[in-house]
């Protein structure tokens, strides 16, 4: 019989898998496709090294020190990463970084800049419960969302802002608000409002992340697992390699997989799981020889009328990315607000991408690498958000050595899921001793 059994190797399973390697357990993964790392996927062509999935992972002291543990070397941005744009009026608008550069910059009207200013008298919502976009009208006006706001909630989430909940897709300024009655007051304070960390890939692209933490794990690839029961506190998991037990088993996978592993244990969370909404993307690389903006690339508010999210220039990040005298670059489309992006055919998402860079940039010269399709790409937290939190802590507390984990629980970001393994972890070596 195992001790632990993961289903799972995206970056939160492997990264769970390896502190248990750590203490001396030896995890076995079950992974039902034939690739290891989930949607961290690296590909290389004509010289080229380009992602399908995430483009960089924000490194803080607690992700750099899970590297150092394993011994992982990473790779920083260029310095211009900080530099990012918004497109306002078909012009790209560099994102000001600081208040002076706030009051002079474009991005915002004067009428919204006076709006923002007045942030710290506003009061706190009586509502237990807002949308991004209800918290950021209240507190900071309509443009304010419209040309800051919703854009980089569609950098992260893909998400639509008048449905995600403040408290769970942006805990951190709802905290503000909760602590101080202003996000102003409370970010002033703090002093820091925006997530810390310096961005980061590894030689080779953000697969090798997951390519290195494999390396001594017993990882079962294109092994499904069909069924898992509870007996006198041992699981008994049906797979298409055969029957296995362990004392405690991690579900590292999306909420949509695990809705059908945990039915044999609670129907009832099993539908509710399901339920938990997952945006469809597509993800388009692309090269030019044209020259493009320094900085990490650009976000298109939804106002501004175009199709797609946002790019990154993912060249400028990591120049090793492209051959000398090549720009990478890498299109968003779809999310909440487009859904049916996701079913566009080749032909039409080449065109509608070559169309708007041609708008936006004054491309003409664009070769197109790949087109990858997510149909589930990224959890919601929508409104409501909490009930699923709730579940999964109940699911754990009525099946112990259960345990479950992934961007649907803990942050969509990678960086999110890798600090929240070594928590899982050491909850599954409390159990594993004391049973």
Known sequence: MNDVIVVGSGISGLSVAKWLQKEGFNPVIFEKEDR???????????????????????????????????????????????KRYVLRNGRLI??????????????????????????????????????????VRRRFGSEFLDYVVAPFVSGVYAGDPEKLSVKYAVKKVYALEEEFGSVIKGALKKR???????????EGGLQTLTDKLSEGLDIRTENVVLRIVQKDGIFHLDTRGGKVKAKSIVLASPAYTASYLLK??????????????????????LY??????????????????????GVIFSSNLFPDKAPVGKNLLTVYIGGATDREAVELDDAFIESLVRKE????????????????????AIPQYNLGY???????????????GLFLTGNYRFGVSVADCIKASKTVAQRVLNFLKSS
């Open 357 to 376: 860079l041609g708008d936006i940039l004054g491309l003409e010269d664009v070769g197109i690498l790949s087109i990858k399709r997510w149909k589930k």
């Open 36 to 82: 290891i790392g989930g949607n961290l996927w690296t590909e290389k062509s004509e010289g080229f090294t380009y992602e399908l999935g995430p483009q960089t992972l924000l490194a803080d002291k607690e992700v750099k020190e899970f590297f150092n543990t394993f011994g992982i070397e990473f790779i920083k941005a260029s310095h211009t990463s900080k």
């Open 264 to 285: 044999n244990l609670s129907w009832s969370a099993s539908n509710e799981f399901d339920s938990i909404d997952y945006v469809p993307m597509v993800v388009v690389n």
């Open 386 to 400: 909490g009930k699923y939190l709730q579940l999964a802590e109940e699911m754990e507390e009525n099946h112990p």
């Open 192 to 202: 820091s409002l925006g997530p810390k960390g310096e961005l980061v890939s590894f």
């Open 288 to 309: 030019t020889a044209q020259s493009i903006p320094e900085g990490f690339g650009f976000l298109i508010p939804r106002k501004e009328g175009k199709r797609i999210l």
């Open 94 to 135: 560099p994102v000001p970084l600081n208040p002076v550069q706030f009051l002079s910059s474009p991005l915002l009207s004067l009428k919204a800049k006076l709006r923002v200013l007045k942030e710290p008298l506003i009061p706190p919502s009586i509502k237990t419960e807002e949308s991004v976009a209800e918290f």
